[in-house]
T-cell receptor
């Protein structure tokens, strides 16, 4: 089946630095990718919708200058957390829409744990 | 008000004890209803997409059904490895965004 891969799975960074998380669709082209954040024992919170070749659409309350999203190709989207602070520590998950063959399935990556120290 | 409501919030079953999880929705213009399984510390794993009332899909011990107001995820003779949080989500109208329910945490005891 379709696979969405995230990298890195875990990252620790120092406060004030930036960190990049990659999301790749491995066997389909994803015109749309999504980025989520999940706190312990809570549901997924949509941060932004990323469309290939255009600017991402951010959800209300999400700082676009802090969470930079780039979707430069049909198989790769990146999330960069800029000037990270401890409160940005969280589980970040991407998903990608496979619209091939008339379907509309959305697959998720394995998630990336970010710890800011 | 919630557009997607899952019940129960938590469910404990004995191994082999079949049951069903419910997902009711109030969105208009349903494009798709999705079921995912999420294990702690991992991303959701895709299970099924249902598009229209009356549709059913099966995978191993799981069977998903859809009506105009709700979906059921039936688990037949569950095993401890089926323990996870099961998430239901919908897409509607012209939006590609998933609207999630809060999930049902399933625990299957040996």
């Amino acid at each position: 089946g379709a696979v969405v891969s995230q990298h890195p799975s875990r990252v620790i960074c120092k406060s004030g630095t930036s960190v990049k998380i990659e999301c790749r669709s491995l066997d389909f082209q994803a015109t749309t990718m999504f980025w989520y954040r999940q706190f312990p024992k809570q549901s997924l919170m949509l941060m932004a919708t990323s469309n290939e070749g255009s600017k991402a659409t951010y959800e209300q309350g999400v700082e676009k200058d802090k969470f930079l999203i780039n979707h430069a190709s049909l198989t790769l989207s990146t999330l960069t957390v800029t000037s990270a602070h401890p409160e940005d520590s969280s589980f970040y998950i991407c998903s990608a829409r496979d619209g091939g063959q008339g379907g509309n399935t959305i697959y998720f990556g394995e998630g990336s744990w970010l710890t800011v120290v | 008000e919630d557009q997607v409501t899952q019940s129960p919030e938590a469910l404990r079953l004995q191994e082999g004890e079949s049951s069903s999880l419910n997902c009711s929705y109030t969105v208009s213009g349903l494009r798709g209803l999705f079921w995912y399984r999420q294990d702690p510390g991992k991303g959701p794993e895709f299970l099924f997409t249902l598009y229209s009332a009356g549709e059913e899909k099966e995978k191993e011990r799981l069977k998903a059904t859809l009506t105009k107001k709700e979906s059921f995820l039936h688990i037949t003779a569950p095993k401890p490895e089926d323990s996870a949080t099961y998430l239901c989500a919908v897409t509607q109208g012209g939006s590609e965004k998933l609207v999630f329910g809060k999930g049902t945490k399933l625990t299957v005891n040996p």
